[in-house]
């Protein structure tokens, strides 16, 4: 059974990095069938993509987000994670990471999701 | 950018009824990259229809999924009290992903 599970700190101050981190079991990230990608939700409102990655470490990101995101995978630990540079209060959200599937370009499997709060 | 505008905002039905989700994009969207997702509060949102008409595994036949170009569709034949939750559409085209705002349903 496929289980992504986030981990990183919840509560960050303005003009810092967030860090994030999805651990994988039950699949291998090394799967040419599928991206990991992350995709975040402000308190009360939609759904947002951040961007994803493939096992060979190619990137695609949202472009509004694009100059401040890094996406990176670490195949020895089944891990993928999320650099997200000088946060504000507007980055408040639910991180979710999740399974996309490579051909067709949905969300199959998703984390339970880390709620991350940018507060001074 | 693609941008989806789902509506109604809230549709407010009872069990039993029929409830129809419309998924509308500002330009046309490859019937392969359309997904809908179901999300409960509190928990991570769960896809249903990928492909604009394939169920995800598991899904009850109950949910289906229309369209073409710029007009897209879920449908809930008979509502059942777990169906009660936010939808969104997601699409993928040119190297972009975006999401709808979101279609709640309610018990009326």
């Known amino acids: 059974q496929l289980q992504l599970q986030e981990s990183g700190p919840g509560l960050m101050k303005p003009s810092e990095t967030l860090s994030l981190t999805c651990t994988v079991s039950g699949d291998s990230i090394r799967s040419r069938s599928y991206y990991w990608g992350w995709i975040r939700q402000p308190p009360g409102k939609g759904l947002e993509w951040i961007g994803y990655?493939?096992?060979?470490?190619?990137?695609y990101y949202n472009p509004s987000l694009k100059s401040r995101v890094t996406i990176s995978v670490d195949t020895s630990k089944n891990q993928f994670s999320l650099r997200l540079n000088s946060v504000t209060a507007a980055d408040t959200a639910v991180y979710y990471c999740?399974?996309?599937?490579?051909?067709?370009?949905?969300?199959?499997?998703w984390g339970q999701g880390t709620l991350v709060t940018v507060s001074s | 950018e693609i941008v989806l505008t789902q509506s109604p905002g809230t549709l407010s039905l009872s069990p039993g009824e029929r409830a129809t989700l419309s998924c509308r994009a500002s330009?046309?969207?490859?019937?392969?990259?359309l997904a809908w997702y179901q999300q409960q509060p509190g928990q991570a949102p769960r896809l249903l229809i990928f492909g604009t008409s394939r169920r995800a595994t598991g899904i009850p036949d109950r949910f289906s999924g229309s369209g073409s170009g710029t007009d897209f569709t879920l449908t809930i034949s008979r509502l059942e009290p777990e169906d009660f939750a936010v939808y969104y559409c997601?699409?993928?085209?040119?190297?972009?992903?975006?999401f709808g705002g979101g279609t709640k349903v309610e018990i009326k």
């Open positions: 330009q046309s969207v490859s019937t392969t990259y």
């Open positions: 997601q699409q993928y085209g040119g190297s972009r992903l975006t």
């Open positions: 999740a399974r996309v599937n490579y051909g067709l370009v949905y969300f199959d499997y």
């Open positions: 990655i493939y096992y060979s470490g190619s990137t």
